[in-house]
């Protein structure tokens, strides 16, 4: 399904979407299955629902939402924000400055592409940084509070994250 120029609202349903919004401010739900969502130009909205979904946002500045299963969000140009939603998801916020959404009961992302001192952690449901455990892990850094893994951001060392505002902020 194809958007245009304008600000679009395009809706997948039971099985495999593909949703492209092109130019504008677009809104995009894939809704159950497997879907495929691209934002393109414009500050976008993608939201993936149930399923393995794959979500791009484009230029300008989106929000990223996977819902549950195992996603693939990447945000592109412009600063998104970017929240896997349940599941064990792969996040790429691109350029610009990002926030990657993490918190309890959300499965355990991985965070490909965190840029220090430009992009930010968001704490969702009540967390702060004093219930977090960051733990090295070669080059990566994993995020724990007790026995919940919540997110592994690679090629960033634990001892160079601090606390709210430098790194997280509370979303």
Do not use: C, H, Y
Not at 76 to 83: P, V
Request: no cysteine; glycine share 24%; proline share 1%.
């Amino acid at each position: 399904m194809f958007g245009g120029a304008g600000n679009d609202v395009l809706r997948g349903g039971i099985g495999n979407d593909q949703l492209n919004g092109d130019a504008g401010n677009d809104r995009l739900f894939g809704d159950d299955g497997n879907d495929r969502l691209n934002g393109g130009d414009g500050g976008d909205v993608l939201t993936g629902g149930n399923g393995n979904d794959i979500l791009s946002g484009g230029n300008q500045n989106d929000r990223l939402l996977g819902g549950a299963g195992n996603d693939r969000l990447s945000g592109g140009n412009g600063n998104d924000t970017l929240n896997g939603g349940a599941g064990s998801d792969r996040v790429f916020g691109g350029a610009g400055n990002d926030i990657f959404v993490i918190g309890l009961g959300l499965g355990r992302d991985v965070i490909e592409d965190f840029v220090k001192g430009q992009d930010l952690l968001g704490l969702a449901g009540g967390l702060n940084v004093g219930n977090l455990t960051l733990t090295q892990q070669g080059n990566n850094t994993l995020i724990s509070v007790g026995s919940e893994q919540l997110a592994l951001i690679k090629n960033v060392q634990a001892s160079s994250l601090s606390g709210v505002p430098a790194d997280f902020i509370n979303v």
